[in-house]
């Protein structure tokens, strides 16, 4: 089956502009969450989502936003561009929340989306 | 807040050898995963072996295991007959059970030489 598929997965943005970000994960997945990967900061998580709700947020400011839609893709945005901002967007699915006590809760992850903003 | 440390940023191993990449993590909690993961070049996140804090069986995969030491807080990948394929970063990652905020190391890269 198809695995974690992100889009589009190169782009190059201006400072001030917005960006979104598509994910579609491995079928029948209902969690997605979306990690920020830099040379500086190494791999940070951005949020989760399950069920079309956000139940995690990492530390990053209101700039940074998502949503999950009823087929489980996901959407993330960043408004207002900065040059902190180029990065990897990684994005992984899993058939429940990452957390929970399930040996069969596989987390997948896609190949990213690389994001350089000039 | 639960931190992953890697002290080993770059490692190289020649093929057919055995090498170890060592990761120690921080946590006051006592239900948790811990993970391996891949990171080729193509940059995608691969799955190499994961273990729950509540098996104290340490964790196989074909030629990759662990030496999983909870008290010590210690979580070691062992590679045996490393592959040319094998090149890659590696992460250690932490995932606090009912948690969904996966913590990982800052990688350690490792060149597997012919």
């Known amino acids: 089956k198809a695995g974690v598929t992100q889009t589009p997965r190169y782009l190059i943005k201006t400072r001030g502009q917005q960006v979104t970000l598509s994910c579609s994960p491995i079928?029948?997945?209902?969690?997605v969450s979306w990690y920020q990967q830099t040379p500086g900061q190494g791999l940070q998580f951005l949020f989760e989502?399950?069920?079309?709700?956000?139940?995690n947020k990492g530390n990053f400011p209101g700039r940074f936003s998502g949503r999950q839609f009823s087929n489980s893709r996901s959407e993330m945005n960043v408004s207002t561009l900065e040059l902190g901002d180029s990065a990897l967007y990684l994005c992984?699915?899993?058939?429940?929340?990452?957390?929970?006590?399930?040996?069969?809760?596989?987390?997948?992850f896609g190949e990213g989306s690389w994001l350089t903003v000039v | 807040a639960q931190t992953v440390t890697q002290s080993q940023p770059e490692m190289s191993v020649q093929e057919a050898e055995t090498v170890t990449l060592s990761c120690t993590y921080d946590t006051s909690e006592n239900n948790y995963y811990l993970f391996w993961y891949k990171q080729p070049p193509s940059r995608q996140m691969i799955l190499v072996i994961r273990?729950?804090?509540?098996?104290?069986q340490n964790a196989t995969e074909n030629r990759f295991s662990v030496n999983f030491q909870k008290a010590a807080k210690s979580f070691s990948l062992k590679i045996s007959d490393s592959q040319l394929g094998d090149t890659a970063m590696y992460f250690c990652a932490f995932l606090q059970y009912n948690n969904n905020d996966m913590r990982f190391g800052a990688g350690t890269r490792l060149t597997v030489k012919p």
């Open positions: 989502y399950f069920s079309e709700t956000q139940r």
């Open positions: 992984a699915s899993s058939l429940r929340p990452p957390g929970s006590l399930s040996s069969g809760n596989t987390i997948y």
């Open positions: 079928s029948g997945h209902r969690s």
């Open positions: 273990q729950e804090a509540y098996k104290q």
